[in-house]
């Protein structure tokens, strides 16, 4: 059982940037450097948990998820194999460098690399923000969610429900936006999947959370300030409740920062669809900026 967002793994020439822009805009704490020179960043108790590697282009290289022990990520890697995806198991080096006990890796039919971590290294050194902020809410909760343009919604609903075990959050349809919610703790979702006109496949967001609105407010500052593109304006998702704006980072992917994510209770919920992806604001700027594409080219 897939159990949270565990780390987000990204390619980008301008990765030396993450060790400002980390600490100093989204309150990261720099914990310092993979043997390939990457900057690695904390935002809870964990070793780290967004890893930025140096790399020719920007690109998405790995979505690590948290998976209860290593019996929990065999059992979800026997399913992957039985759909008909390959699936490796790291070798030790990996794992020292992803800072975990092990992990199985594949690629979804989107040509996503996904890894079923268990056993997440997590430090007794005291989580400090990069700058004065309440903290992440992650936990139990993980790192935030990311949200992915796959080639084939339907497969791509079938997979992620059939195969990894996401739970069913809600739908948005809104016009030609289709999008798919997933749960697997109480944040209300740890994945969302669209697909876009194009087929493209892409990686649209990665979110994080703080605890107090505040912090959003500051972030939103910031970027005026520094002139970080605000790809969208400040608003509530529907959905969520997520009071949230994106940003444009350093390597070419947003950021959504928000607070105020609804919790789920899995055994109460009720898969629901709505009309809109917010409620207020939320309006899409800086179309020229594109979405972040996959480390390699997809399977097919
Ligand atoms: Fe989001």
Redesign the pocket.
Known sequence: MIKSLAYLGVRSPNYLEWERFGPEVLGLQLAGHGPDGAVRLRLDEAAHRITIHPGERNAVAYIGWSVQDEAGAAAVAERVTAYGIDVSRAGAEECAERKVEGFYWFKDPSGFRHELSWGQFHTVAAFHPGRAISGFRTAEQGLG?V?LAVNDLEEGDRFYREVLGFHPSDIVRDGPLVAHFYHINGRH?SL?ISALPTREVAFL?L?IEVNALDDVGTAHDLCERREIPITTTLGK?SN?H?V?F?MYTPSGFRL?Y?WGGLDVDHDLWMPRTYDKPSSWGHRRQHAELTALKLDEAPPR
Do not use: K, L, N
């Open positions: 969610h949200v979702h969302a967001h979110m998702h969520d997520m949230s994106y959504e928000g």
